[in-house]
T-cell receptor
Framework: SQQGEEDPQALSIQEGENATMNCSYKTSINNLQWYRQNSGRGLVHLILIRSNEREKHSGRLRVTLDTSKKSSSLLITASRAADTASYFCATDASPPSTLTFGKGTMLLVSP | DAGITQSPRHKVTETGTPVTLRCHQTENHRYMYWYRQDPGHGLRLIHYSYGVKDTDKGEVSDGYSVSRSKTEDFLLTLESATSSQTSVYFC???????????FGPGTRLTVL
């Protein structure tokens, strides 16, 4: 069963706009991670936020975590065509060191 | 994808035949994982390993077995392939700190 569920399933924006993706999960977590997958490639780790953190930044990425609502959001600012990819949240809930992935959000950034 | 490779990258096989996929890492990471990715299902864990000869089942382990005789290699075997096992298979590795995972390039398997 999926622990994380992303919303929306698909998002289409213009270059320069911001993109926001949301993730909801069901159980308590140790941390939540976001990954990107370009078409035909493996997933690439973007950012990790621990359960005791509320916000984290990495370049143009901003991640928030609300453990009371069991939700997270990923904001990509000033999107570029190269940001076109699928984005997945993954939750690290407990030992033994496994992640549970959501179904992903497909982001299309048009020039 | 640096430090983790998968072979073969593409394979077409027939129903009922055994298939083995290989994951090889050069990072000396303790944990290795096999996932399958299907439209509408996202990424689902098949089996994982937390050390040499130490493995455990994931969410969708039926019809699959794994072996890890060396730190660097993690094999996934489909004992008797079925059409429902047509998928893209990804291997991932982790050193266990915060469970950040690094993924291989994937193997596209088609079972006819």
């Amino acid at each position: 069963s999926q622990q994380g569920e992303e919303d929306p399933q698909a998002l289409s924006i213009q270059e320069g706009e911001n993109a926001t993706m949301n993730c909801s999960y069901k159980t308590s977590i140790n941390n939540l991670q976001w990954y990107r997958q370009n078409s035909g490639r493996g997933l690439v780790h973007l950012i990790l936020i621990r359960s005791n953190e509320r916000e984290k930044h990495s370049g143009r990425l901003r991640v928030t975590l609300d453990t009371s609502k069991k939700s997270s959001s990923l904001l990509i600012t000033a999107s570029r065509a190269a940001d076109t990819a699928s984005y997945f949240c993954a939750t690290d809930a407990s030992p033994p060191s496994t992640l549970t992935f959501g179904k992903g959000t497909m982001l299309l950034v048009s020039p | 994808d640096a430090g983790i490779t998968q072979s073969p990258r593409h394979k077409v096989t027939e129903t009922g035949t055994p298939v083995t996929l290989r994951c090889h890492q050069t990072e000396n990471h303790r944990y290795m994982y096999w996932y399958r990715q299907d439209p509408g299902h996202g990424l689902r864990l098949i089996h994982y390993s937390y050390g040499v000869k130490d493995t455990d089942k994931g969410e969708v382990s039926d019809g699959y077995s794994v072996s890890r005789s060396k730190t660097e290699d993690f094999l996934l075997t489909l004992e008797s392939a079925t059409s429902s096992q047509t998928s893209v298979y990804f291997c991932a590795i982790s050193d266990g700190s915060h469970n950040e995972q690094f993924f291989g390039p994937g193997t596209r398997l088609t079972v006819l």
